[in-house]
């Protein structure tokens, strides 16, 4: 059986990043993925995912701080730009909970923010029809991340750095006692295991089938009739706090993209469709044409697994009967901005190196608990709007 320093299973966002950050500690890796690198089956493709600090908790506006240099970084190694910064907009208005902790935690981490009143607002963003009470935080260090190009760097980085890539690999089975996995292509055994598995974490740690929720997401393409008002440069990504609608601008397709938060059914990773069901491209046209007036045509619509904890926190602690196999789940919708870092902090836990991956709120006691959401999210907005 061929040994390893560490088997990573995974080459998600949390997988590629984690194998990358374990290569450049010297560590011999092994990474195991199911499908081809990229693939589009599960959380970590297609062409982008919001970049921002703006989060109402400020444990996670650090993480994404820490997260921007690891990005530069893996720029700077790669000579490739996968993080693009045009600002971000958080539309709310006083009062609105979420909305108000955004702004207190923006302040309390000292990231630049500005807060915009309604007619501040229009002025600088007149394609939006919003209420006469409607604010914004601005905030220029927002943007977009590349996701499935970031995948296929990271691991391009590390398999130049040394680890080891199988793909079209199952890990079947996890042994603990030994630390070692059965898998379709053989079995091998390392000093640890990182499971990075995605929407299929239930699969190979049963004990959280009933735990994790994972709900099919849809996100939507839209072209405008006039799209030059809608790049980069003149709208901004953006997250509305009233319904949980995020968007992006005209870049890469010549449309808008929209996507409603946590708005997905129930599925299973091995049954679910790919399909976007009519009802949420209705939901999301209509939605564009109450808050952006235009003349909306459907150009592409994706679907993508969320893997929600009952708290939306991710998941980073060890296994319940093997403190050599490590749990890594960064998702509940939010989970690649911080992909670049995350691998950085895996790879300094396996090392003994303290860091944000002992933050009491990733453990599973934590993360699995009912109705601890604290993030914005439907929980959230409804009580808010109870
Ligand atoms: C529609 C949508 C919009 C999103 N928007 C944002 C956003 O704007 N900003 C943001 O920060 N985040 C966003 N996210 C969340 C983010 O994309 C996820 O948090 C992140 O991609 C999760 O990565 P992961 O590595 O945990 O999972 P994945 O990328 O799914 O990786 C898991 C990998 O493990 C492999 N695997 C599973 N089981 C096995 C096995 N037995 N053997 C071998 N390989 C296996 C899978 O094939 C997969 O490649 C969004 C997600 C979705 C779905």
Redesign the pocket.
């Known amino acids: 059986m061929q040994f390893f320093d560490v088997i990573v299973?995974?080459?998600?966002?949390?997988?590629s990043s984690t194998a990358l950050a374990l290569s450049k500690r010297g560590q011999r890796v092994l990474l195991?993925?199911?499908?081809r690198v990229p693939?589009e089956?599960?959380?970590?493709h297609g062409h982008?995912?919001?970049?921002r600090f703006a989060y109402d908790d400020p444990d996670y506006a650090r993480l994404a701080m820490r997260s921007l240099s690891a990005w530069r970084q893996l720029e700077l190694e790669t000579q490739e730009s996968v993080l693009h910064l045009f600002g971000g907009l958080d539309l709310g208005f006083a009062g609105n909970p979420s909305f108000e902790r955004t702004a207190q935690t923006m302040s309390e981490v000292g990231a630049v923010y500005e807060r915009l009143n309604s007619s501040q607002l229009k002025a600088r963003y007149p394609q939006w029809n919003l209420a006469d009470n409607a604010e914004a935080l601005f905030s220029p260090e927002a943007g977009i991340?590349m996701?499935s190009r970031s995948?296929e760097l990271m691991v391009a980085q590390a398999r130049k750095l040394g680890a080891t890539l199988l793909e079209d690999?199952?890990?079947?089975e996890i042994d603990l006692e030994n630390t070692a996995v059965k898998?379709n292509q053989g079995d091998f055994a390392a000093s640890q295991i990182v499971v990075?598995?995605?929407?299929?974490l239930p699969?190979?740690v049963p004990s959280l089938k009933a735990k994790l929720e994972v709900t099919l997401?849809?996100?939507m393409y839209f072209a405008p009739k006039d799209v030059s008002v809608f790049t980069p440069a003149r709208f901004p990504i953006f997250i509305d706090h009233n319904s949980l609608a995020?968007g992006f601008p005209a870049q890469g397709l010549p449309g808008v993209k929209l996507?409603l938060h946590q708005s997905g059914s129930r599925t299973d990773v091995e049954t679910r469709g790919f399909e976007v069901p009519q009802q949420a491209i209705s939901r999301a046209k209509t939605w564009l044409e109450t808050h952006l007036p235009e003349d909306w045509r459907l150009i592409q619509a994706r679907t993508?697994?969320?893997?929600n904890t009952p708290s939306h926190d991710f998941i980073l602690d060890t296994h319940l009967n093997s403190s050599r196999v490590l749990l890594?789940?960064?998702?509940?919708?939010?989970?690649?901005?911080?992909?670049a870092y995350f691998g950085e902090m895996v790879a300094d836990k396996l090392l003994g190196i303290p860091n944000e991956f002992d933050l009491p709120r990733f453990k599973l006691s934590n993360a699995l608990q009912k109705g601890s959401a604290k993030l914005l999210s439907r929980e959230i907005l409804e009580q808010a709007t109870a």
Not at 32 to 35: C, H, P, T, V
Not at 41 to 44: D, F, L
Not at 304 to 307: A, D, F, K, M
């Open positions: 299973i995974g080459a998600g966002a949390a997988g195991l993925e199911q499908f693939h089956r599960g959380s970590s982008s995912r919001i970049f991340v996701p995948v690999c199952v890990v079947q898998t990075a598995a995605g929407a299929w699969k190979l997401e849809s996100v995020y996507g993508c697994l969320y893997t890594v789940s960064p998702c509940s919708g939010h989970g690649f901005k911080f992909a």
